[in-house]
């Protein structure tokens, strides 16, 4: 399978834990966003990375959240103090250099947080 | 900070077509609309975007009004697998960043 890969799927934490997303994009995909998707709700922009480069962060990125994408490859996605207000799906999606305003995005199955 | 508006529900029957409108009322020349589609427990998958021009592809059409403050989604002849939340997008480029915002979407539901 060469697409968007993410992990873990599913999730369960306290509240107060630290946790953990992983993505692995398109091998040949240089740009990667994260997106929050709550129940009824479309997917909500978090972050965009160009290679290693972490370009633009939403203002729903509170300070526990951090992202990071060390080689420009895989990126992880890191909640500090977990909050009950987290729990939702946490979407990556990569997309290729090069393809502009119509570039198409693919997008990982997802990792669902449930904070208890 | 969507620019769309999309009705929240659509019911069709299967394999009948289904028009999926999308209000883009403030659209800048250099906008493409872009549609995604998502499936239950899926992430959303591209559709189909064009600029100004009418589009085909293999899964559905585009229709684009002529003042471009409008567009429309065509799904040929829908069947079960077609029933997903549609999003219709607007790409701009502010600021030089490539967000895509997503709204709510339109919840299809296809009828056997």
């Known amino acids: 399978d060469t697409g968007v890969s993410q992990d873990p799927r599913h999730k369960i934490t306290k509240r107060g834990q630290n946790v953990t997303f992983r993505c692995d994009p398109i091998s040949e995909h240089n740009r990667l966003y994260w997106y929050r998707q709550t129940l009824g709700q479309g997917p909500e922009f978090l972050t965009y990375?160009?290679?290693?480069?972490?370009?633009?962060k939403s203002r729903l990125l509170s300070d526990r959240f951090s992202a990071e994408r060390p080689k420009g490859s895989f990126s992880t996605l890191e909640i500090q103090r977990t909050e009950q207000g987290d729990s939702a799906m946490y979407l990556c999606?990569?997309?290729?250099?090069?393809?502009?305003?119509?570039?198409?995005?693919?997008f990982g199955e997802g990792s669902r947080l449930t904070v208890l | 900070d969507a620019k769309t508006t999309q009705p929240n529900s659509m019911e069709s029957n299967e394999e009948e077509p289904v028009h999926l409108p999308c209000n883009h009322s403030t659209i800048s020349g250099t906008d493409y609309i872009h549609w995604y589609r998502q499936l239950p427990s899926q992430g959303p998958e591209y559709v189909i975007h064009?600029?100004?021009s009418n589009v085909n592809n293999r899964m559905a059409s585009l229709a684009i009004a002529e003042d471009r403050k409008s567009s429309t989604l065509i799904l040929h002849r829908a069947t079960l697998r077609d029933a997903a939340v549609y999003y219709c997008?607007?790409?701009?480029?502010?600021?030089?960043?490539?967000?895509?915002?997503f709204g709510t979407g339109t919840r299809l539901k296809v009828l056997a």
């Open positions: 997008i607007l790409r701009d480029r502010p600021s030089g960043t490539y967000k895509y915002i």
């Open positions: 064009g600029l100004t």
């Open positions: 990375f160009q290679n290693e480069a972490q370009l633009e």
């Open positions: 999606a990569s997309r290729a250099a090069g393809t502009g305003l119509a570039g198409e995005l693919f």
